[in-house]
């Protein structure tokens, strides 16, 4: 196997079979898929489920050899995540298990990192579904064409919608901020 094998060859191999090529693609493209996924669940043991399940759908039934394997894994990445948190009771039960999170080495370092992601996620929640995910993809690392390809938006576009994006999240972000300790409580729900 030639160590700078593009991906487009992996999948070439992979139609044809070949389980070193699945393990390549898995290797190369893992990191990415579980950075999307734990930025919209907010859970390890949640994005790792789905992360599994991206790449059991990859291996079951991969994408043509000539389309880009990372946008497609986030198509289905994002796809199988919303599923997921459909089945559960979305923000408030979330919200509950990060106020929960055992103290870590520093307990006001800990409530402050708790109370920020708390923050990070109610305000992402209040976004509009595209705006969500194209900060998540583009926080997760993929370019301008990644995330239009991931979600079907023309690549000109991408720059405009993620500068709406980050402008509407900044503002969500500052009423979560300005809101006051109450919201910040346990077991406090945030309104969308």
Sequence with gaps: MAEHESDGALLERLWRGDEAAFEELFVRHYATVYRVLYGLTGKREAAEDAAQETFLTLYRRPPAPNQPVRPWLCRVALNTARNTLRSERRDAAR?????????????????????????????????????????????????????????????????????????????????????????????KQVQP
């Design 95 to 187: 919200i509950e298990r990060v106020a929960q999170a055992p103290a870590v080495e520093d307990p006001s370092a800990a409530v402050e990192r708790i109370e920020e992601r708390h923050q990070v996620r109610a305000a992402l929640a209040t976004l509009p579904q595209r705006q969500a995910q194209i900060l998540l993809l583009r926080h997760a690392g993929l370019s301008y064409a990644e995330v239009a390809a991931a979600l079907d938006l023309a690549p000109g576009s991408v720059g405009t919608l993620l500068v709406r994006a980050e402008r509407a999240f900044a503002e969500a972000y500052a009423r979560h901020r300005s809101a006051g300790t109450d919201d910040q409580l346990p077991g």
